[in-house]
């Protein structure tokens, strides 16, 4: 039977790639795309899918929760899937503020609107609100720490992962408070298509692109656990369709890369694009590679972030062991697979550097 998705922070980088994977699986569900369009929204990140049948843009703000309600009335919604939050951590530190906006109150917001238009007769219908967070908050981990699993103690360190943990807790106050069928999934660091230019790989890689410097924090040692955004897709779709209700479950990537090397290995595989393909140096004239140069020497060390967690890494065997979960991309498939998307859509990215 054909499914009714509210997706929020639909126009956001993991969001629109979600709308994108299950429009492919799912072409009969409906689905409602709701975004805000603050300045990481971006209603391109949708483009061929508007206008078709069974999909449905809308902009607002989750914290307008008549406005939610109504939607989730509207479209008879059965699953939401919730995506919407502030996520830069540098930004959460000088401005707090709308992180807990967003993050908390917004979330707080939805589910006030889920728990009425579901629970609000005599008899619930199925449902399932599912709540998309972070492995930040559980905070940092040691070099020979095991990687962050479900029952860890949560210690966050930053606003941002403070504001997420809080909106985790909420989720799982309104499963055991009134009945509200929730699943919340605590994901790696992602990346791919339609990743906003202000997040590591995307900077490095238009920075390249335009030769200017690419700034890593301290010496580049932090460590994390990459994630190729359409895998994270996968794995929610697993928890929407076999997870436990009441349940969360941990998405990693099993693939752990010092930041440093992360910025090494891009500037490395850029520069063996421009000499296999002389049109780039045509195209991207800038680029140290065009000149014969090597992107390595953008490579600059900067002050480091306030609070920065040393290393993350997920623990990814309950999702593995329950539901059958595993990536599909290696780092090394999924970065060529990124670079070849931004490559091809300059038109894309170009506009963003403005914002």
Known sequence: MARSLLVTGAAGFIGANFVHYWRRKYPDDCIVALDALTYAGNRANLAGLEG????????????????VLAILQEHRVDTLVHFAAESHVDRSITAPDAFIETNVVGTHSLLQAAREYWLGGAEPPPHRF????????????????????????YQPNSP???SKAASDHLVRAYHHTYGLQVTTSNCSNNYGPYHFPEKLIPLCLTNILRGLPLPVYGDGSNIRD???????????????QDGVVGETYNIGGNNEWRNLAIVELLCDELDRRFRAESALGERFPQAPAASGGSARDLIRFVEDR???????????????RELGYSPVETFETGIRRTIDWYLANE???RPLLHR
């Open 130 to 153: 599912h709540h998309v967070s972070t492995d930040e908050v559980y905070g940092s981990l040691a070099p020979e720490d095991p990687g962050f699993h479900e029952a860890q103690q």
């Open 306 to 320: 306030a609070g920065h967690d040393w290393r993350y890494a997920i623990d990814a065997n309950k999702i593995t």
């Open 160 to 162: 941002y992962s403070a």
């Open 347 to 349: 038109n894309w990215w």
């Open 52 to 67: 078709s049948a069974g999909f449905h843009f809308v902009q607002a703000n989750i914290c307008d929760n008549p406005r």
């Open 226 to 240: 990459w994630l190729y955004v359409e895998d994270h897709c996968r794995g929610i779709e697993l928890v929407l």
